[in-house]
């Protein structure tokens, strides 16, 4: 067909690259997942804290990370800060645009799941005399984490996805860097690409999974 | 002791208590009754400070609540409060509930938070329910889960908001029998209440709300038997 002839065995003799490869997307991932979720309760709370610097620095956190592609994001956190003389690794610019890019489609997502919790359950925790601190730390945040559980998800896929735009600063470690640089080096471009693809898509299955299993184990009520 | 004096409290432009003077002694049960909108819920969460106050102060064992030194967090351990409905922590079971401030805010280690909990839950009939989460409770059994929440950090002071209202008329019954369980035992208490059998029953006083004015208060026989002002005597009529 066309006069490709395809040569699964010459590709797929690269699999083990490729998933040194994906263990790596999903090194990425993880960190830039964790730091998220931390970084989103960091924005959250200064949302919420009564300071307008805070707030505006915060909220334009979130816009910027909401509203601008992600490459821009990336491209930023290597091209952009190379500009002030700041020199980051392709992995460790990759991990910061995608942090910063969870960060603020998880800050948000947790604004909506604070919504949806009564704010008398803020005021039962400061009658029996707990801070503002430990009000949101122990009745808050739980409550907030589950309702913003399935969101957290997609972002968690979303994050695996993003690491294929590391080639664009340089990255060659993760998925999709390998595999770009087994095409160039064998031209098997189709099978490469469709095992890195269903490598892909393995993965986020999954997480989608698994989520559903900690789910299910984490929240009984 | 709780000493209200000349309290004023405004949201915006809407004056809701336009000076409150009400002491309540060590041991005394005196509930709050008078019509929606009197101010009688704004009272209770400016006594342990969760709302600010424009004027005058409340003492509580001689602190000034709303006084900048004073360590809120720290008074409001002696002050238990139980609100009309959302009182449950629903990520929680019944005994993690409880033992949440024991351990959070007096530091309490976990065997000790759990030993007082499960007697404070045994207390008001909660004893089979300790690992049931609240949204598998009934709305009676939330109730007295909360008021054994509150008791769990030994309060010295304890507040109803119309803790029964948001009940099923079959479940008044169970929460009310808690109630005046606490006040046989010797708690000071402040109960705002609709129910006005249980305020004769249990009251050392019955104080009146209107419109933000306390216009009267009395021993239960007075009040109900025997009221002065107009208004509370058109109320009485109206809940009859
Ligand atoms: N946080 C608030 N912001 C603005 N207005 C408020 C607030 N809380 C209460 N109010 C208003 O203050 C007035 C008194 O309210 P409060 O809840 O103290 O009355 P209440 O006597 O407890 O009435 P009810 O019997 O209906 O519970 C009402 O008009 C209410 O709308
Ligand atoms: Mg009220």
Redesign the pocket.
Known sequence: MFGYTFQWNQALARLPKMLDGAAVTMEVAVLSMLIGIALAVLLTLLRLSGSRPLKAIATTWVEIARNTPALFQIYMAHFGVASFGIHFSPFTSLLIGITFNNAGYLAENFRGALKAIPDTQTRAGRSLGMSQLQAFRYIILPQMLRIAFLPMTNQMVWAVLMTSLGVTVGMNTDLYGVTQDLNALTFRTFELFAIAAVIFYIITKIITLGARLIASRLFRY | MIEIQNVHKS??Q?E?LKGIDLTVQKGEVVTVI??????????L?CINGL?PIDKGRILVDGTEVHAKSTNLNKLRQKIGIVF?QWNAFPHLTVLENVTLAPRKVLGMGKAEAEAIAEKQLKHVGLGEKLSTYPTRLSGGQQQRMAIARALAMSPDYMLF??VT?ALDPQLVGEVLETLKMLAEEGMTMIC?T?EMAFARDVSDRVAY?HK?IMAEIGVPEQLFNDPQHPETRKFLASVR
């Open positions: 949201f915006g809407l809701v008078g019509g929606s909108g009197s101010g009688k819920s704004t009272l969460t709302e009309q908001d119309e209202s705002v609709h709300f933000g």
